[in-house]
Each structure stands twice: as C-alpha cells, then as structure tokens.
C-alpha cells in the first residue's frame, strides 16, 4: 500500500527520476498537471511521494522508484521526524531479525491490522532484549536530535540538544557474525557493587524545566583552578537514591505505528533482499550523511582501536554512546553485556537498537544525563569506552562538588573531561580497563595536573597516545587516548607509556594510516600491559617512571618526553635520504625540457581551429561526467586535492543509491574550484578510484583522442581563463568552454609524448621537493639533538 502522507522535497524528486533539481523545476513549469505542494514553505516546496511517483510513471520518467530510495523517503517523510521514524524502523527490523515468521503473520493484512498487533508481538522481542514497558513508544518528543547542536553539553536541561560524539559511518569497519548467545532477564545484575549513592545534589533528570535553549554561558561563577581542586565541604547534601533506569526503547502503540505502516512494510522488504541489520546500517548510515553537522562522527578504525586496547569484555559501557559506534566495535562474546547512556533519548534508543542487530548479546540503552543522573551507579564493568564531549563548562561542577567518583579530586569547571575520566574509573571492576578520547589539553592544562599527579600515583593511568592529525573530529589537532585501569593495588614503582604516532599522518583527507597507527599502538601496549614497561622506540614509544613526570606541570603530552627518531639512526636515515634525493635531481636534470632555440627568427603562433570540450562531447568524441557520490560499495575517492598535489586517491564519500562514477585508466580529470590549471591522466596507481566532489572526468575515444594530448592543452593558462567565472571568493571552471585544436591523431599523439614528459618532469620535481623538505628537517634535528656533527 502507498504511503499517501510521505512527502517528498524536489531534491527527492531529482533522486527519484535521476535528473537535476533544475529539470524538476522545468517539470513544474511547463507540465499543468504536475502535482501541487502539499506542505514545505514557498521557497521549498514538499509534495505527496505517492503523487509524484504515479505522475514520474505517466510520463514515462519512471519505470518504479528503487527501494532503497522509496524507504528513505518514506523515513524522512514521516510525521514524527526521521529518527522517530527510524527507531520506529529499527524495533521493526529487530522482530524480522529474531522472529521472522511472526512478522509475515502480523503484516498479512491491512495497515490497521498490522498496527492492532504489532505492539503485542514487538513487546516479546523488546522486554528481553531491552527490559522495556509497553505503550510509551519512544522515549522522547519528536525529532530532537534532528535539530541538535554538534557536541551539546550533556545536561538535561537540554533536552534537543544531541551529544553525539560517537557517532559514525555506520557501513565502515567490519562486520562480525553475531554470536549464539540466550538474551539475558530484563533486570540485569552484573558485577555489580553494593549499592553506591547516585549523585549528592543532582536531582532526577526528569525534574529538570523543559527548554530548548543551552543555559546562558555566563551563569556559573568563575572559580579558582587551584582551590576547585580541594573544596572545603561546608554541609554535604543528602544522596538521592538512585531509580531505576529507565530503558531507551519502549513498545511503540498502535496508534504510534499506524502511520509507520508502508515504512514499515518497506523496510521489511528491504531487510529480505539486504537482511535487517544491513537495513538498519543503511537507513541509519544515510540518516547521518544527511545531516554531517547534527553529528560529531568517530571514525570505524578509531573505534575498533579503542576496543582492542580495553581488551576481551564481557561487561562493557559507553557513558556518551551517540549511535553505539565503539560499543559496536567491542567483540561479540558469550555472555556479553553492553551498557549504553547518552542525553539525547533518540540517539540511546537507536544504540540500543543497533547493538540488538548488531550481535545477540545482552544490551541496556538509558536515556540520561550522565555526569549528573548516573543510570549504572552499581555497575562495575570489566571496560568502558568513551568519547566524551569536549570543553564543556556546564557539565555540573556546582552541583556535584561532593560527588563520590571524584577519587582522584574534583575537577575544575574548564576540566570537563577529567570528570568524564574518574566517572569511567568509578563504573569499572578492580583491574578493569577504560579508553577514552581526550583532546591534547587535557594532558598539560595547570589546572589538571593535580588530579593527573593523582591517577599517576596511584597507578591509574597506564598509557597516554597521541593520534596523528585527522584521526577523529576536530580533524586540525592531534587527539590523545587515555588508557586506565582501575587499580587493585598501588603499585611500587609504577610507570606509565607514552605513544606518538603522528609520523603516520598523511597529505590526504582520507584520515592517517591506520593500519600502521594500530600496529604501533598495539605493539607497544601489549607489550607494556605484559611487563610494566617498555623499551624504548625513538620517536615512537617509551614507557616513563612516574616520578619522572611529577613536576609542577605534570604535563602528559608524548612528544614532550620521547627522543627524536634521528637519535638511534640519525646519520644512516640522513644518508639514505640524500641519496634518494640525489637519484631524484638526477632524473629531474635528465627529464629538464630541451631549450629552445633562439639563433632563428621566432616562428609567430601556431593558429589552429578549435573546438571546445562540450562540441566534442556532444559528437561523441569523449563522455563527460561529474563526481560525488559513493555508490553502494566503499572505494577510495579521487579527490581534487589528489590532483592538484599528484597524490593516490584518499578520499571517502557517503554511500548513496546513485552510482560512483569509477576511474579508468586514460581517462582525464579535470578540478573546476580554485582557479588552478590542472589535468590529471588517470594511470594503474589511481584507477577503479571513486571520482569525488568538485572534478569533472573525461573519457576520451581513443579513436579520436589522446589522452595525453587532452590533458596538456586543457591546461594552458589563457584557456583555463577563458573558460572561468569568477565570483566574490572563488573560480570555477566551466570544463564545456575549454578549447582544443583539432589536429590528426598522430599529430595528437606527438604532442601527447611531450605532454608525458613534462608530467614526469613535475612529478620528479615534486619528489625532489619533498625529499629535500625532509634532508633539511632532519638536519636541523640532528644538529639540535646531537646526532649530527656540525663539521
């Protein structure tokens, strides 16, 4: 059955009939019968999916809308809100998942029957799984977190704001084989503690006044660094025993899931071509590429490294889970159980639901604020994983100043994040490991290093590492993990290990190397975790007595305190380079171009008839086409900084159901932003790449063009002007106005070779320029270290 209340933006439409939003709004003007809006604003119209879809099919437009594309715009459609759409989607798509012939029972009929007994059979998969009640659907108002900040402070007195540092490419990392495991009762009780009391003044979440606006800035009082560290108690307030958690996702009623029926019906359809965890990932994954802003993403390898740091878990817990990323990189075990809380009750119900398709493991989903509500103040988990919120002040330092997690003393107002690190300590067993994300300030802020002196001490930080810049958002600085073990005993001579891995950066966009990055981190730490320290790696790791870091600072930071990688092979390394370099301006004297001779008269220019990219296009001499999309399969991206700086593709774009536009080889891209004249000849190095944003491609007939010959003249300066408009910050390039001579094919392909040559040419010169950037960087180590003598 059609869904007639999904409304679709012309945006949609385009997607829908593969055209541009121009060709939709050509539709509306020349075609009468064309549907009218049913909602959006004047500028941005919205009409009926069903409508445009019977009138695509009229036209001969549209044979049927894809799936995949009719599912989604049923979810961002839906009265409620996309993410209300999705939970609903997703408690759907757990019923399929574990009890496949039940659905096709339920959905044999018509909408209303489906939502009759829907709930009742969505309640037997929902309370193991979950612990969840019936009928309060989902556990919020509509759509917050669609309109949320970007790493909203987690208070509860903000409740559309969405902290969501963990969320992520849902499609990327790898996937695991769920596990045959039997869901464990409703109420869990694992290793847990005595009851412990829940925050001292910190009233239940649902106490706090309702309002969309963040709490003014200005309304906690400054507060001295030094003194926040030991806070006289005046009178301690009385404890408030803490409730039960209230689960993230609830059984939806049928009046809820009437409206949900033809998304439901179509997610099902979906989930039996694709299966319903892959659904789920889609509709979630597309969810997030849609609004890249709403969400702080944590990319999959960042999270699959953090999982194995902490090590085999049978209890885990994210304290800031956003869309369960690192809890969805934890390995699936038997007996497993998955401890998710997060502010925004949207995003802890979608966690929830994603763990439960994930693997069939245990998994508690709490909407709440951490800091100040805690929903596990019993629980003692064998690990914790964590990508706080960074720089929050209203994280609760005047309401939580004799809070009892506050072991290692209470944090100043700017260290939020040092609260985020004794919480995650305060939820974990004896020997029990935590991984959090941290910003670099966090290791050498003053008014920290009180409490850094302290988990010194006392044995609980174990290692700091220092990722290489692009690792995870904020993309321009090199983020840290914190690995912690809650201590059993104080140790004697305790040492802590110090990991830089910003060698491993790259010149792309593609995020550093990560296969180098967790080999490294996980050589040195296991190493560490077997013997207490570890052997010195210049450059790259060493494990540090505490002693040696308690100064007035005790600042953290890894490059302040490991040696240069030049002091173990300073001079061998140098000379390598130099010879390399020296092979290098060898090959550039050798491709330098011939000079011209000046003893002849100058022969004036050369005037041939031109022709331009798009009559050559239209003759079919070439196909042009134009970048962006991801297609359904993850394939680097050619980027325009890739050519621009001759680097491999390193790019990554979101999956869409449009086709990638693939590279071959011979084929010539051209970057149409930032006023450069540049062409680059597809070879064996970037080929089968994903042709990226901001590039135009073209595939020249070998029959009638060379390639190389294509390239060189799209690159001449007065051509590249000639065919650029100009706006008040930027140039672009129309690739349709650039000219070319028309000349034989072999006159093309003399040219061509000389075109070749001085590609070669560049290429070396780039090389050259990069090897002597680093001869002269590790000179000037070497001299300062001592590694290099001056004579």
């Not at 969320?167 to 869990?188: E, H, I, L, R």
Request: glycine letters at 8%.
């Amino acid at each position: 059955m059609q869904d007639n209340a999904t409304e679709v933006t012309a945006a949609g439409i385009a997607r829908l009939a593969g055209v541009g939003r121009a060709a939709v709004s050509n539709w509306r003007r020349r075609h009468a019968d064309f549907p009218k809006p049913v909602g959006g604003t004047e500028t941005s119209p919205s009409f009926a999916l069903a409508e445009i879809e019977s009138w695509l099919r009229e036209q001969g437009k549209l044979a049927e809308v894809p799936l995949r594309e009719r599912v989604w715009q049923q979810l961002v459609g839906h009265p409620e809100g996309p993410v209300t759409a999705l939970v609903y989607a997703g408690c759907a798509l757990l019923l399929i998942h574990e009890r496949p012939t039940v659905w096709l029972d339920v959905s044999a009929g018509s909408d209303e029957r489906l939502a009759a007994m829907l709930p009742g059979e969505l309640e037997q998969v929902i309370v193991p799984r979950f612990g969840a009640g019936r009928g309060r659907g989902v556990h919020s108002g509509r759509g917050a977190s669609a309109d949320a900040a970007v790493n909203t402070p987690n208070t509860p007195n903000t409740p559309n704001a969405v902290n969501s540092p963990n969320a992520v490419d849902p499609s990327a990392g790898t996937t695991t084989s769920p596990a045959s495991v039997n869901t464990a009762p409703a109420a869990p009780a694992v290793n847990t503690a005595p009851a412990v009391p829940a925050v001292n003044t910190a009233p239940p979440v649902n106490t706090f006044p309702a309002t969309n606006t963040a709490p003014a800035v200005h309304a906690p009082p400054a507060v001295n660094p030094a003194s926040a560290m030991n806070p006289t108690p005046t009178t301690p307030s009385t404890p408030t025993t803490p409730s039960t958690p209230t689960p993230a996702v609830h059984t939806p009623t049928g009046p809820q899931l009437l409206p949900s029926a033809p998304l439901l019906r179509g997610a099902a359809e979906l989930a039996a071509e694709t299966g319903a965890r892959q659904t789920f990932e889609f509709l979630l994954g597309r969810h997030l590429d849609a609004n890249p802003r709403q969400y702080t993403l944590t990319p999959a390898e960042l999270a699959r490294l953090m999982a194995e740091l902490a090590g085999p878990a049978g209890t885990v817990l994210d304290p800031a889970c956003g869309t369960g990323a690192l809890l969805r990189a934890v390995a699936p075990r038997p007996g497993q159980q998955l401890y998710a809380q997060d502010n925004a009750p949207e995003l802890a119900a979608l966690t929830a639901l994603r763990l439960a398709l994930h693997a069939q493991v245990t998994v508690r989903g709490t909407a709440g604020d951490t800091l100040r509500a805690d929903a596990y103040p019993a629980l003692r988990a064998d690990a914790v994983l964590c990508h706080p919120p960074f720089n929050e002040r209203n994280w609760g330092h005047d309401e939580l100043a004799y809070d009892p997690r506050w072991e290692y003393g209470f944090p100043a107002r700017n260290e939020s994040e040092l609260a985020w690190v004794q919480h995650a300590l305060a939820r974990l067993k004896d020997g029990g490991t935590a991984v959090l994300l941290m910003p670099p300030a966090a290791a050498s802020r003053r008014s920290g290093r009180r409490i850094r002196a302290d988990l010194l001490r006392r044995g609980a930080l174990k290692a700091v590492v220092a990722l290489p810049i692009g690792a995870a958002p904020p993309y321009n600085i090199p983020l840290h993990l914190w690995v912690l073990r809650r201590p059993e005993r104080a140790p004697a001579q305790p040492e802590v290990l110090l990991v830089d891995t910003g060698r491993f950066a790259t010149e792309g966009r593609g995020g550093p190397d990560w296969q180098a990055v967790r080999g490294a981190v996980l050589d040195a730490w296991k190493a560490f975790d077997r013997a207490g320290r570890f052997d010195e790696e210049p450059g790259l790791a060493r494990s540090v007595p505490v002693i040696e870091l308690l100064d007035d600072d005790v600042d953290l930071a890894p490059a302040r305190h490991l040696p240069p990688a030049t002091a173990a092979d300073g001079a061998d390394q140098l000379t390598a380079v130099r010879e390399r370099l020296g092979e290098t301006l060898r090959l550039t004297a050798d491709l330098t171009p011939p000079p011209v001779d000046h003893s002849a008269d100058p022969a004036p220019p050369t005037r041939w008839p031109l022709t331009t990219i798009g009559e050559l296009a239209r003759g079919g001499a070439l196909v042009m086409r134009t970048g962006g999309n991801g297609g359904h399969a993850r394939v680097p991206v050619l980027t325009d900084h890739d050519v621009l700086a001759g680097t491999a593709p390193s790019g990554m774009l979101p999956e869409s159901d449009e086709e990638a536009v693939l590279t071959e080889p011979g084929d010539v891209v051209v970057p149409v932003l930032g006023g450069g004249s540049m062409a680059r000849v597809i070879d064996d190095t970037t080929r089968g790449a994903a042709l990226g944003r901001s590039l135009v491609l073209l595939r020249p007939d070998p029959a009638s063009l060379d390639p190389w010959f294509l390239a060189g003249f799209l690159r001449g300066t007065a051509n590249n002007r000639q065919a650029s408009s100009y706006a008040s910050t930027a140039t672009r390039l129309d690739v349709r106005r650039l000219q070319l001579p028309r000349l034989p094919l072999d006159e093309q392909r003399r040219y061509g070779a000389r075109f070749r040559a001085l590609e070669d040419f560049e290429r070396a010169l780039r090389q050259a320029g990069r090897l002597g950037e680093q001869l002269v960087r590790g000179m000037y180590d070497g001299l300062t270290d001592g590694t290099v003598a001056p004579g």
